[in-house]
């Protein structure tokens, strides 16, 4: 074979694995680690070989070199936090909760869903007949980056207000 002939070849070859032919992921994007979710052909950080179309394959690094094309990392979607809930009880101090609900689960390595739940103190200072607790309370609570404080202190007050400080 002339040097000619091996150029030819050898620039076909290259123009072959630059085209995305051989370990192709279209309709193989598969959930979690399946090793039947397979291909043989070029891996997306380069080599020749066996390579997947599974989730795990971005830690493990043996996906095909167009997974990112034929399965774009979908991160996680939630809806808008519900109002918050009342006090468990009227003039003792307790805690309200919100939530929001997943949109949509995360897919192919997507970002993660945040907290889907936020709790926070709190205290009613009336009955539910309108009536004043009449007396005083101070709540703390501590979320690891910062300490808040709930003090109310005036008769007649629904409910009081936090103060805040970061912690270091």
Known sequence: MGSTALSGALWLGLLWAGSGAGGSCQGKCCQG????CVGEGWREGGG?????????????????????QACPAIPCVVGEWSHWSG????????????????????????EPCPALEEKAGCLEYLT???????HEHEIKSYTGKQLATLTAKEPG????????????
């Open 157 to 168: 007050r629904r409910s009081g207000n936090w103060n805040t400080v970061p912690v270091p």
């Open 33 to 36: 680690r399946d090793a039947a």
């Open 87 to 110: 006090c468990a009880e009227q003039c003792h101090p307790g805690l309200r909760i919100r939530r929001r609900y997943i949109q949509q689960e995360p897919k192919n390595g997507g």
């Open 128 to 134: 539910y007949q309108g009536e004043d607790c009449g």
């Open 48 to 68: 020749y070989g066996t390579c997947y179309c599974d989730e795990g394959c971005r830690r493990a690094g043996d996906c095909c070199h167009d997974h990112g």
